[in-house]
């Protein structure tokens, strides 16, 4: 696969954050509204699309907890698919609630959920009391030590030397800025700021394509391929594709997140992905500029 610069996703490719993001959805859901989900129901939710951001994925699961209890009888793949044939995201979540409960059911549902109070539960789940005060400059009122640590590494050194050596090499992420920070410095990939978009940077989210064509625009590349773990990582590089003519973009699906084995395959593969790996760790052989 030719290309001149590569693209990668953070959660899922560089960091495994089953036990960090993902707890964290969970947690806080089971600590603010007394309910626990298992944690591979969120899968669905991220390949309902719109939900690459972890604190709406926390409010839509809320919503969904919410509304069981005020009587919707869907399971989670079918709330998650009607999710994704509303638009995907937290709209579409709410809009599946509000044509199927009545509205004082709806009513007491709102007022129910406090989504400040849930990204500020979340946050000291996920960062831990001392980094909550350092980056979110507020007083905890948990004391945690953070899931942010247990985040194994996946991608190798070799790997990014060989991806730096060859390629221009960009990140694509919807964390935060500070949390990205701390993920490029866990694996080991010194990245330029003009050459990452992070959530402090980018508004709409993924699988809106600005950014990934920015950041073409910056490389001056011709061809750029991103990988990623989620499906709107490959819708991503399907609508840059789409909107950007003058450039062609591969979107590379990576088996380390949610997605695995041969059924992680065939969805990347029905999204748009022109190729899968198994892990980051793939990506020079597949990418090898000597043919």
């Not at 969904?64 to 998650?80: I, P, W």
């Amino acid at each position: 696969m030719d290309t001149d610069a590569v693209v990668l996703d953070v959660d899922g490719v560089l960091l495994d954050v089953a036990d960090s993001y993902r707890r964290a959805v969970v947690e806080t859901v089971a600590r603010v509204h007394d309910e626990r989900i298992a944690r591979s129901a969120l899968q669905p939710f991220k390949d309902a699309g719109g939900f690459n951001n972890d604190w709406m994925l926390t409010d839509a699961l809320a919503l969904y907890v919410l509304a069981r209890a005020e009587g919707l009888e869907l399971s989670v793949e079918t709330f998650t698919d009607h999710i994704a044939a509303s638009g995907g995201g937290f709209s579409g979540a709410q809009s599946v609630i509000d044509d199927r409960l009545p509205a004082d059911a709806r009513e007491r549902i709102n007022t129910a959920l406090d989504r400040a109070y849930n990204r500020e539960i979340f946050q000291q789940l996920y960062l831990g009391s001392d980094l909550y005060r350092e980056i979110e400059g507020a007083k905890p009122v948990l004391d945690e030590p953070g899931y942010i640590h247990d985040e194994p590494v996946l991608i190798d050194r070799e790997t990014i030397e060989a991806l730096q050596t060859h390629f221009d090499v960009g990140i694509l992420t919807g964390r935060p800025a500070a949390e990205a920070d701390i993920a490029l410095d866990r694996a080991g990939l010194s990245v330029p700021d003009a050459h990452r978009f992070t959530m402090d940077d980018w508004e709409a989210g993924k699988p809106d394509p600005a950014a990934l064509q920015t950041l073409a625009e910056r490389f001056d590349a011709e061809t750029v391929a991103f990988a990623g773990d989620t499906l709107d990582d490959v819708r991503t590089a399907v609508n840059a594709a789409a909107a950007d003519h003058e450039r062609t973009y591969h979107g590379i699906g990576v088996l380390t997140g949610g997605l695995t084995g041969e059924e992680g395959r065939v969805a990347f593969a029905d999204a748009g992905a022109e190729a899968v790996v198994e892990t980051v760790n793939e990506l020079p052989a597949l990418l090898d500029p000597s043919g």
